[in-house]
């Protein structure tokens, strides 16, 4: 993902989908860059987890959440937002 680019609010509960799984490979990501993981239930608490290089993000999609990613920034320049996703069965 680059300048701009964002996911709406979605979730991924379908096919026997137990749990996400995003991998952030982005080396030198900053958090003013965006690109953050934003996930909030179904009372609206919402949580953001930075795209922080070398880490990796699990969440329940069957906990009646949604998610998103938030717009890259204009700060990230050229640099883009690398992940890998998939989910477990």
């Known amino acids: 993902m ?3 680019d ?3 609010p979605h979730d991924d ?3 026997g989908r ?3 799984i995003v991998a952030y490979l982005t080396p030198d990501w900053e958090p003013s860059f965006g690109g953050g993981l934003r996930v909030e239930d179904e009372d609206g608490l919402r949580n953001s987890i930075d ?3 070398n880490s990796i993000v ?3 999609v069957a906990a009646k959440t949604t998610h998103a990613v ?4 204009d700060a990230a320049g050229d640099r883009r937002r690398l992940t890998i996703g998939g989910w477990y069965h």
Not at 70 to 73: G, K, L, R, S, W
């Open 2 to 4: 680059g300048g701009g």
């Open 6 to 8: 964002f996911l709406l």
């Open 13 to 15: 509960n379908s096919r």
């Open 18 to 20: 137990k749990l996400a």
């Open 51 to 53: 795209a922080t290089f």
């Open 58 to 60: 699990l969440f329940d």
């Open 70 to 73: 938030e717009p890259i920034a």
